[in-house]
């Protein structure tokens, strides 16, 4: 495809092709493989009058179904078969780069790790912003549709307390002595809640520390500046 971004390949490196919407927590994969440097191809998604589709109209909602059976974004296709669902993409990526542990050190910090993924997807994105963003696929009563935003944002808030308290105990980093798959995870996050109104560096500070740190990285804080007007939420009256 025409659109697609490709970074020097490996012999030994997997064939890799993310499916990423820059809306979407897709920048997640998108941030963890441009800082691991692994060599990968991106597609680029966008909602059309049909549905998704790649921005350059050459894949359809219908046959990226056959990639994403949900028709979501992120999908990871490694060597021709797909990964979905973010937790179990940022699993895999780590698999690549053992040496780098990014999910822990051991089985009960791997534990620990996959617990903070699979809250942040069901909880924090799933309950909370999926309330924020899309009150519609709650219910269709628009009328219903504000209330529903209110109760989200306070859930999202409620989560954001949660976050900012284990990290002010945690010695710097959510799992472990060092970087994670979560420390990544936790970026879409706040964008998302700087982005809708909240004051994170002053509500958070732990939590905010935490992006401070990982916007060091050049392929964060790129991704960062250019997806920050794109990702305003906009009502959808």
Known sequence: MSNRKETK???????LTLYHSE??????????????????????????????ESVDGTLDRAKYLQIHP???????????????????ILSYIASLVPDKHLLGNTPLEQAWALSWMEWLAGSL??????????????????SAHAAI??????????????IDERLAKSSFFPVSNHETVVDFYLIVFYIWGRDIGIDMATEYPAYARLFARMSEKEVVRNVDLTLKPGMVYVPEE
């Open 125 to 142: 994105h799933g309950r909370g912003f999926r309330s924020v963003f899309r009150p519609g696929r709650l219910t269709d009563d628009e």
């Open 23 to 52: 809306r979407a927590c897709s920048l997640v994969v998108l941030c963890l493989l441009g800082d691991l440097d692994l060599p990968f191809k991106v597609v680029q998604m966008r909602m059309g009058p049909n549905g998704i």
């Open 9 to 15: 390949r490996s012999k030994m490196a997997p064939d």
């Open 149 to 162: 935003r209110t109760k989200g944002q306070a859930f999202v808030k409620e989560c954001y307390v949660m």
């Open 70 to 88: 949900m028709a979501n974004v992120p999908a990871l296709v490694v060597d021709g078969q797909a990964i979905t669902e973010t937790p179990a």
